[in-house]
């Protein structure tokens, strides 16, 4: 079965600043991919980030990038130059489980 | 292009009535996708189909929930009949080629109260 674990049901950080999410997860597959999805308070989910576990090189995607450690099962989200509009639930499904996410607030 | 289109937006209906969702998926996407969230479980899959066949629907709460794709353009998720603890945001979503390795499409939710 897959699972994930984001250890951090709440964040908040000060627009400008940096903030990392942090996301373990665990499966039994070898070939897969993780993403990051960002829900905003309008409810509608999107996408941030992709990255493929057979690439050693982390994903970036403008202000997001992430910190991919296959060994230890971590995918953790950078987001650099925090924004109003980052303000958003997170969630980092491997495969697709969900769970509760992480609930960011980016403060002016 | 329209992506998953979900109705209704919001569902207020009494204990012991029937509730249908809809869903129609993004045209060309071969795997469609029925979440539930709620604050206490987080965002749940109950069921995904595949060319309109279901696949796993060990998510699926209980008997009172069942879901259905007629076509590759339709689903529905059916709960009968409804009970309070069945309040939550319903989403479907939809993607294309294996699900665990493309990007899921989600609709905006179908926000469902039962008093």
């Known amino acids: 079965a897959q699972t994930v674990t984001q250890s951090q049901p709440e964040m908040s950080v000060q627009e400008a600043e940096t903030v990392t999410l942090s996301c373990t997860y665990d499966t039994s597959e070898n070939n897969y991919y993780l993403f990051w999805y960002k829900q905003p308070p309008s409810r509608q989910m999107i996408l941030v980030i992709r990255?493929?576990?057979?690439?050693?090189q982390n994903a970036t995607e403008n202000r997001f990038s992430v910190n991919f450690q296959k060994a230890a099962k971590s995918f953790s989200l950078k987001i650099s130059d925090s924004q109003l509009g980052d303000t958003a639930m997170y969630f980092c499904?491997?495969?697709?489980?969900f769970g509760k996410g992480t609930k960011l607030t980016v403060n002016p | 292009d329209a992506g998953v289109i979900q109705s209704p937006r919001h569902e207020v209906t009494e204990m012991g009535q029937e509730v249908t969702l809809r869903c129609k998926p993004i045209?060309?996407?071969?795997?469609l996708f029925w979440y539930r969230q709620t604050m206490m479980r987080g965002l749940e899959l109950l069921i995904y189909?595949?060319?309109?066949?279901?696949?796993?629907d060990s998510g699926m709460p209980e008997d009172r929930f069942s879901a259905k794709m007629p076509n590759a353009s339709f689903s529905t998720l059916k709960i009968q009949p409804s009970e309070p603890r069945d309040s939550a945001v319903y989403f479907c979503a939809s993607s294309k080629g294996q699900g665990h390795t493309g990007e899921l499409f989600f609709g905006e939710g179908s926000r469902l109260t039962v008093l």
């Open positions: 045209s060309g996407h071969d795997y």
């Open positions: 990255q493929e576990a057979y690439k050693q």
């Open positions: 189909f595949n060319n309109n066949v279901p696949i796993d």
């Open positions: 499904p491997p495969k697709l489980v």
